[in-house]
């Protein structure tokens, strides 16, 4: 099973709610990302687990919450966003470090309204 | 300056041409990823590089570390491989991916 999933597909959510974006990945991997991606950029990295710790965060504003509850699952919890956190994020996952190859999630497109 | 540039940004040619993207970074790196993104969605990992030179099937990913240089040979392309197309060095004591920006590559039938 070399799959991460992600859920929802879609997420519309207003600037007071909130609401969790779902990764899991049961290759058995110890190092799991998250990136934000806007269209026609690349994706922009916002925090990285290293064995259910986290070990980067890239600055990321506090209405971003990332949880690593176990060894396959990330959760992104989001509260208060604005309208420009619209975008596609994505959940990846590698063996130990980013030389090893990651396997991408399909990605949330969200939504701010 | 950025630290991961890729040429060309924008490439569109007919089907069973010979293509290929380039990539340069300025830093040490430990591994250099091809990554290969259709519209509307998900990321596939094309190749992980450390040195020399990988193929698989139609595409072929080449590497001189020494030059901080890489690139991606697609052979006899088809429309099919149409999608953005983006070189992400792991620099060498880091815990993360630099992306370039991509080249966007369409493949006219």
């Known amino acids: 099973d070399t799959e991460v999933t992600q859920t929802p597909k879609h997420l519309v959510m207003g600037m007071t709610n909130k609401k969790s974006l779902k990764c899991e990945q049961h290759m058995g991997h110890r190092a799991m990302y998250w990136y934000k991606q806007k269209a026609k950029k690349p994706p922009e990295l916002m925090f990285v687990?290293?064995?259910?710790?986290?070990?980067i965060n890239e600055s990321v504003p506090s209405r971003f919450s990332p949880e690593c509850p176990n060894s396959s699952l990330l959760n992104l919890h989001l509260h208060a966003l604005q309208p420009e956190d619209s975008a596609l994020y994505l959940c990846?996952?590698?063996?130990?470090?980013?030389?090893?190859?990651?396997?991408f999630g399909p990605g949330t497109r969200l939504t701010v309204l | 300056k950025n630290e991961v540039e890729q040429s060309p940004q924008n490439l569109t040619a007919q089907e069973g041409e010979f293509i290929t993207i380039n990539c340069s970074y300025s830093v040490g790196i430990s591994a250099l990823h091809w990554l290969q993104q259709h519209p509307g969605g998900g990321i596939v990992s094309l190749f992980m590089?450390?040195?020399g030179k990988k193929k698989h099937g139609r595409l072929i990913a080449t590497i001189n570390i020494q030059e901080k240089h890489s690139s991606l040979h697609i052979t006899a392309s088809h429309p099919r491989d149409s999608a953005v197309y983006i070189c992400?060095?792991?620099?060498?004591?880091?815990?993360?991916?630099?992306f370039g920006q991509g080249t966007r590559l369409t493949i006219n039938p």
């Open positions: 992400a060095p792991n620099p060498q004591g880091a815990q993360k991916l630099v």
């Open positions: 687990y290293s064995y259910e710790k986290l070990s």
């Open positions: 590089l450390s040195s």
């Open positions: 990846a996952s590698s063996q130990v470090s980013p030389a090893d190859t990651q396997y």
